[in-house]
């Protein structure tokens, strides 16, 4: 997760030839092939989900979400988050998991309010993939 603007590097630390392709909704690209010891680098400058692949290497992917709000987080290994220093106020929360249809991830997506004293988001569960959402200031 970045914010919309930001730079990612994709380094080629294996001897082989690389290709790092994006064809999807959020940032367009194909690096092209790049040698061993070079890095490449996307600049991601809108919001949006771009699913990265390697045409050389199979097993190689990514994902990049691209965010226009400072107030985001990636889960720990519990799916906990915390983001901090967030204003009291009314915000649009919305969640992201890889392996979950973006269908069920809109549905998740709902109105909060965040205080002074309550900071507890609660959990959301997508189909075994359960994520919490303890967001907490």
């Known amino acids: 997760m970045i ?6 590097e994709f380094p080629n630390h294996d001897p082989f030839f690389h290709n790092v392709f994006s064809l999807f909704d959020g940032k367009r690209f194909d690096l092209g092939l790049y040698e061993s010891g070079s890095t490449q680098f996307v600049q991601f400058d809108k919001p949006g989900i771009s699913y990265i692949f390697c045409n050389i290497h199979a097993q190689m992917s990514a994902v990049v979400v691209a965010v226009n709000t400072p107030y985001y987080a990636v889960s720990n290994p519990h799916g906990e988050i915390t ?9 649009e929360m919305h969640v992201f998991h890889p392996s979950v249809a973006p269908d069920a991830l809109h549905a998740a997506e709902r109105e909060i309010t965040v205080s002074a004293r309550d900071t507890f988001l609660g959990n959301f569960a997508f189909g075994g993939v359960e994520s919490g959402s303890g967001a907490q200031e």
């Open 3 to 8: 914010p919309a603007g930001g730079k990612v």
């Open 83 to 91: 983001i901090g220093d967030v204003a009291p106020g009314r915000y």
